[in-house]
């Protein structure tokens, strides 16, 4: 069983950073691509970013420049930093598989970008 403990969130002004953290529990964690997703309010829930067991990394456009995703394969955790927010970043944010995607996803953690 695989589980998901995202941390990190809060409330920040437009330009603001957070540093999102995720611990994963239960999987061979190192062979796994990671991804980082988001819900925003009345909206489908969205990839943001994802890092190979490489290290390589990929972004949606949206964030390109502004968030990096990392990982702690020793920790078995999985890292989101995000700076110059934007409203528009407001979501639950949430990790999980970058592929092979679990179906029971953790708590989230709630990001408000407001002035």
């Known amino acids: 069983q695989v589980q998901f403990v995202e941390s990190g969130g809060g409330l920040v002004q437009p330009g603001g950073s957070l540093r999102l953290s995720c611990q994963v529990s239960?999987?061979?964690?190192?062979?796994?691509?990671m991804g980082w997703y988001r819900q925003a309010p009345g909206k489908q829930r969205e990839l943001v970013a994802r890092?190979?067991?490489?290290?390589?990394?990929y972004y949606i456009d949206s964030v390109k420049g502004r968030f990096t995703i990392s990982r702690d394969n020793a920790k078995k955790t999985v890292y989101l930093q995000m700076n110059s927010l934007i409203p528009e970043d407001t979501a639950v944010y949430y990790c999980?598989?970058?592929?092979?995607?679990?179906?029971?996803w953790g708590q989230g953690t709630q990001v408000t970008v407001s002035s």
């Open positions: 999980n598989g970058a592929f092979i995607i679990q179906a029971d």
């Open positions: 239960g999987s061979a964690f190192t062979a796994y691509a």
């Open positions: 890092i190979f067991s490489s290290g390589s990394t």
